[in-house]
């Protein structure tokens, strides 16, 4: 009946076997649908209602551009700007006194806008037939056609030229674009979190869901039980990414269609997120992988909760000091963000589970890489460890017995049972 | 793990000695296992050799430690001592594609149709998913089941599901069948095609060992058995030397009750209803009989029956674990 075929498959292809079927069920049930639209339907509700208030708020709340001229300039480009606004509307600054600059000859406006006071895109000095603006190189790029315009109008009723606008930028000092970057990375290590803390329960309930079907035991006659986690752990990690990608797709959608609403309702503003000291595509490559890395470890950690227990109850018992303890190691990451080369950031680096947040706020301050490749080869190990050790552990401790020890098994019935009777 | 012992060394069956020695190498061979869970023994040196193409019972009340034994040859547990090769294999999970294992808690994914689910027990065995819904298909029709090859697990009856699991054991087509407890759920019928899907395979050379408490089933299967209680291996061999290990029963049914012919009946007579019942005297009856006729006891009937493999368990595992056999077979049928 037999036939001369390899005796067995090799752990790759032992993995791929659980992968390809986690995977594509999972994708596929209905379960999955509703787990992803989950977080959608708040922000899809919230975006709608944004999109459809967004025109009204770009006018209600636009951005607001300082005037630190004269006086009377001040009020004529106050004039000019409500004389072009029911025509041109969103295209158009909102335009505000800068009350610091007010009968102070010695204003500087680029002294100002450093010191980050104020709450305006830009600042404009000068006169009106010599305008000139202090702001961020985007920001002056953006107003210095609108602020001539007014400017023109600000002299005449109907200019038939109008003046230019000199422009000044802003240039932020060392530890300002270090300040301003630890946004980037605070920000990066937060998705990062909530991305690994939302979908690495997965795991968890696909391994429960594995021991319910009890189908467990099959798979662990047929390959190795470090193959069936590490399959569960890449399928799990996959689905996540798909889930990623659509919740991405979505936000995305989001932005393209509301960014004004949200920008001015958050006040948040992707595009001013300070650049990461790697560049956007390295640091993104480098979030991609962090995360493929912190959902590896805390899902091998799952799978080995989930291994031990046996129903949904332990599961969340078990769970709970685990989510605890990632909470934990959360914090320290964000906590030592503003504390680079310290011994509790090299610690945050080391430790495995927090590694990954640790470092990919590196990445955003620090352009150094080699670091990475050490970090990342580090948390591969550790993701290796938890992998063997939770099989191990599945071994000695789940497949204990048959028929007749069916009620004790499991942690808890372990810990409940005085004295375990001879093993089915 | 090293295989040190003698009798490992030939991968022939040399230490079984209740199976003639023959030139058939070992499918499964196990010496001195050992297993504890919390400090307790659940196997305790447990001794077995399983020639190619035999069936083979592990027989032994529910607690006995079968499942563990089973679970430590098939390496999905390791034994804390002792010794195992399966085809002559130390790391049963390095000759997977030779094997093919039905536990005692059947599980099949409940969304996968059955098609999808003979084909994946197929690809964890190294069967390519394509041929193995090839085979998948083909192995559904021959066992009446091709109707449902498109259905849901979840669509199917408990009987029908246990098939398609048995199925997906054999898939793959294994040298090596191991079945924990098969018989456990199944009505009669299916009890009975069971059993003769098992001779098929054995027909076909392959190697069946399958675990039960049901003696029955193993006296009609099994070439071998392995006795089992309290985590130990009384008896491991063929199931005619267990038989013979106890002398014949006689059955003696007489119109006189009493008299003193009874005197002369045997030591371990016992009443069972109208029937003396006793050990064949080494002497044969017909000293016997002469004495009974001297005594008028009036002979109604006399029979002579040769021990049962039930017999034999009680002689070999002791009443305790015949008793608790039975009550297990019981609680099946309820």
Redesign the interface.
Same mark, same amino acid.
């Given at each position: 009946?037999?036939?001369t075929?390899?005796?067995?498959?090799n752990a790759l292809? =032992?993995a791929w076997?659980i992968a390809r079927?986690d995977f594509v =069920?999972v994708l596929f049930?209905r379960a999955f649908l509703f787990f992803l639209l989950g977080p959608l339907f708040p922000v899809i509700v919230g975006g709608l209602a944004g999109a459809i208030g967004g025109e009204v708020q770009r006018e209600a709340v636009s951005v607001e551009i300082g005037l630190a001229m004269s006086e009377a300039d001040n009020a004529a480009m106050l004039a000019a700007g409500a004389r072009l606004a029911p025509q041109l509307g969103g295209a158009l600054p909102s335009l505000r006194t800068v009350p610091e600059a007010a009968g102070d000859p010695a204003f500087d406006a680029r002294a100002f806008m450093e010191a980050r006071r104020g709450n305006y895109a830009a600042i404009v000095t000068g006169t009106l037939a010599e305008p000139g603006m202090v702001g961020t190189a985007g920001q002056l790029r953006r107003w210095k056609g609108p602020v001539a315009l007014i400017a023109g109008h600000a002299q005449e009723a109907a200019p038939t030229a109008f003046p230019e606008v000199t422009g000044a930028v802003v240039t932020t000092s060392a530890a300002a674009e270090r300040s301003s970057r630890i946004q980037t990375a605070q920000i990066a290590q937060m998705l990062l979190f909530l991305l690994t803390m939302l979908l690495a329960g997965m795991v968890l309930s696909n391994l429960v869901e594995e021991k319910a079907?009890?189908?467990?035991?099959?798979?662990?006659?047929?390959?190795?039980m470090d193959a069936v986690f590490t399959g569960k752990l890449f399928a799990m990690l996959a689905v996540s990414f798909v889930g990623i990608g659509v919740w991405g797709l979505a936000a995305w959608g989001l932005w393209t269609i509301g960014s004004e609403a949200i920008i001015a309702s958050t006040g948040f503003d992707i595009a001013r997120l300070p650049a990461p000291a790697v560049g956007w595509p390295l640091f993104i490559a480098l979030g991609v992988i962090y995360f493929a890395m912190a959902y590896l470890l805390l899902g091998a950690l799952f799978l080995t909760i989930g291994a031990m227990a046996n129903t949904v109850r332990e599961v969340q018992t078990l769970s709970m000091p685990v989510t605890m303890m990632q909470l934990m190691v959360f914090f320290l990451a964000a906590y030592t963000i503003k504390q680079p080369g310290s011994g509790l950031e090299l610690a945050a680096i080391a430790f495995p589970l927090s590694s990954p947040f640790a470092m990919l706020a590196r990445a955003a301050m620090d352009p150094n890489l080699w670091l990475h490749a050490v970090a990342l080869a580090w948390q591969g190990l550790a993701v290796l460890a938890l992998v063997k050790g939770g099989s191990l552990l599945f071994?000695?401790r789940v497949?204990?017995?048959?028929?007749?020890?069916?009620v004790r098994r499991g942690w808890f019935a372990?810990s409940a049972?005085p004295?375990?009777?001879?093993?089915? | 793990m090293a295989v040190s012992e003698q009798g490992l060394a030939g991968n022939r069956v040399g230490g079984f000695s209740a199976i003639p020695v023959d030139a058939r190498p070992l499918a499964i061979e196990a010496k001195g296992l050992v297993k504890s869970f919390d400090g307790t023994r659940a196997v305790d040196g447990v001794d077995i050799a399983v020639p190619e193409g035999a069936i083979y019972g592990i027989l032994g009340p529910n607690g006995a430690g079968k499942t563990t034994t089973l679970r430590m040859l098939l390496g999905i547990i390791d034994p804390d001592q002792g010794v195992r090769r399966v085809f002559g294999h130390d790391r049963p999970h390095d000759i997977g594609r030779l094997i093919g294992y039905l536990p005692e808690e059947r599980g099949l994914y409940p969304s996968m149709k059955a098609v999808e689910a003979i084909a994946f027990m197929g690809a964890l065995r190294g069967l390519s998913l394509k041929e193995g819904r090839k085979r998948a298909g083909e192995l559904l029709e021959r066992h009446g089941l091709g109707h449902a090859a498109d259905r849901q697990i979840r669509q199917l009856s408990k009987g029908m599901a246990q098939t398609v699991q048995l199925l997906g054991t054999l898939v793959h087509r294994p040298r090596l069948v191991v079945l924990d407890e098969p018989f456990s759920g199944l009505d009669a019928i299916n009890q009975g095609k069971l059993e003769v899907m098992i001779r098929a395979l054995a027909d076909e050379g392959v190697t069946v060992i399958f675990s039960t408490h049901v003696i029955h089933h193993a006296e009609r299967l099994c070439e071998g058995v392995a006795i089992i209680a309290g985590g130990r291996v009384p008896y491991a061999g063929s199931v005619e030397a267990a038989r013979d290990r106890i002398p014949a029963q006689v059955r003696l049914e007489t119109r006189a009750r009493e008299g003193a012919w009874v005197a002369a009946l045997p030591g371990d007579t016992r009443r069972n209803g109208d029937f003396f019942q006793f050990s064949l005297p080494e002497t044969g009856v017909e000293p016997l009989l002469r004495q009974l006729i001297e005594g008028e006891a009036g002979i109604l009937s006399l029979s002579i029956e040769r021990a049962g493999l039930h017999d034999a368990f009680v002689a070999i595992a002791g009443e305790a674990a015949a008793r608790q056999l039975e009550a297990d077979t019981q609680g099946d049928r309820a």
């Open positions: 009946m037999s036939e075929l390899r005796p067995r498959l292809e =032992a076997v079927r =069920a049930s079907n009890k189908i467990i035991e099959i798979l662990a006659a047929a390959i190795p071994r000695k497949m204990k017995s048959g028929n007749a020890g069916r372990r049972a004295a375990a009777e001879p093993a089915e | -």
